[in-house]
């Protein structure tokens, strides 16, 4: 199921429960992502997927040092 977004939801619009919780503005307008728990993903796997995908299509620690110009061999 892919995440949900709902724009301009007004802090009063929320039940109490919710609100109180993460504490809301009734006068202020959010916006709200609601996402499954299973597709929320830790930046530290982003980035590993990140870079094996990189490895798997010829980037090397020289390639992406001459594209961002720094040393970046602790990334790869």
Known sequence: MPSTILDNVKGSDLPK???DRIDISPNKTYTIIIQPQEERQSLQRIMSK?????????????V???ILG??????L
Not at 50 to 62: L, P, Q
Request: proline share 0%.
């Open 50 to 62: 990140i870079s094996r995908n990189g490895k798997a299509r010829g980037m090397t620690s020289d």
């Open 17 to 19: 429960t919710l609100a």
């Open 70 to 75: 720094e040393t970046v061999s602790h990334i």
């Open 64 to 66: 992406l040092e001459n």
